[in-house]
């Protein structure tokens, strides 16, 4: 008995409609967020997280809808972000049925959003989501999608971050991003080992090797992934299949 | 029957009220105290701070019906944090006074796992279990929580462990009582809803 390791689909979400695209350029439509939702969670998705990559002030109705119709047909956990700036930004998508929040450019600005948020929410609810790239020796922090640097060590700020009242690390390599050649290991490795809180690799997943090696040389606690799974080149239950035979724990559906 | 979720202003009312929707049974939000003098069934969810639950609980009064409504053998399911409000104290706010039904104080799960305990765990039944009934000795459970009771007791029926055997399921006369979240976990958690309903019945 063990907890067991967490695979976790992700929708991007454009107002009512799943989107991806390589690097969040050349966004294209990948369906309706509440039918792949349904899906993963009959596959044996563990958790799903959904965010809103437009963020955008006029579309916020829409994806609080989003959010509302995708919790009244999951019986999983559900994770909600993009453009979450303040303390009502959270009580907004958690009262649409949200059980966590993820924050990434505005707590790099403002990083008492953290805490404010575990205060009010508990520190389970709050997931750092933390866009890192490698520059020479070490890991920067980067905002804005992935674009600007915030000239910031990920590792400290990792650290910082779960000081503050973090929960949970969303770790994405933007070097591996799009790129479908495997998570960054060495990059989730030293973020796992330098928090207390469980960490979620994101960034570069294909091949079903590609989680096994995470989990068990990456030291990640949960892994995540999104076009892979919207277009069926991986299944979430065959992956996890595939993980129990390589003796990684994980939650096999029915 | 109508099942009264005990709405304090913080946590996971509306995952509970939606799961209990999915299996066609009413409930109600409530707050005051004389909706739950009239309950028929109490649900307390909760997920967060311990003190956030028990200061709403102290603030809106409704410490004394609830205790006053268990005494009576209203049927009760506490879920995560409405599981640690039932011991004495709690290490996450000693400050304050639990509900005192069972003995003992929930403390910090050990610092040599990651914390919080977050993800999906397998329980270990102690003695039979009439929430677990019909659900599967290998099933997975949702589970969000830094803090446990550590059953030293015996009052669980059922233990989970992450660095330390904790208690997961409670089982004493009307009172029920997981430690997971079984409003978020999938078939198994429905079942063990349906397995409250029907004994609250």
Known sequence: ?254 | MNVMLIDYGAGNVTSVERALTRLGARSQRSHSPECIVKAEALLLPGVGHYAALIRALDERALRAPLLDALQRGIPFLGVCLGLQALYETSEEAPELAGLDLLPGSVRSLPGTVKLPHMGWNQLKLTRPSRLLEGVSADAYFYFAHSFAASNVNGEAVALSNHGADFAAVIEKQNIFAVQFHPEKSGEPGARLLQNFLRLAA
């Open chain 1, 1 to 254: 008995m063990s907890l067991a390791h967490r695979i976790i689909p992700c929708l991007d979400t454009d107002g009512a409609r799943v989107v991806k695209g390589v690097n969040f350029v050349g966004l294209r439509d990948a369906g309706d967020p509440v039918a792949l939702a349904t899906r993963y969670n009959a596959e044996g998705a563990d958790e799903l997280v959904v965010l809103d990559i437009a963020a955008s002030r006029d579309r916020r109705p829409t994806f609080l809808e989003t959010i509302r119709r995708v919790a009244a047909e999951l019986a999983i956990p559900l994770t909600a972000g993009g453009g979450i700036r303040t303390l009502d930004d959270a009580r907004s998508v958690i009262r649409a049925g949200a059980d966590k929040v993820t924050v990434n450019t505005a707590a790099v600005a403002r990083p008492a959003l953290i805490s404010e948020l575990s205060r009010e929410f508990g520190a389970q609810a709050v997931v750092l989501a933390i866009d890192a790239k490698r520059v020479n020796d070490h890991w920067d922090v980067m905002v804005r999608g992935g674009r600007d640097s915030a000239n910031r060590d990920a590792l400290v700020w990792a650290q910082q971050g779960v000081e503050l009242g973090a929960g949970e690390i969303l770790l994405t390599s933007v070097d591996r991003d799009g790129t479908q050649l495997g998570f960054d290991t060495p990059l989730t490795s030293a973020v796992s080992r330098a928090v207390s809180v469980p960490v979620i690799a994101s960034g570069g997943a294909k091949l079903p090797e590609h989680f096994a090696q995470i989990f068990s040389e990456g030291a990640a606690d949960a892994a995540l992934a999104a076009s892979i799974f919207h277009d069926n080149v991986q299944s979430i239950r065959e992956l996890k299949q595939y993980l129990a035979t390589r003796n990684i724990e994980v939650r096999l559906p029915c």
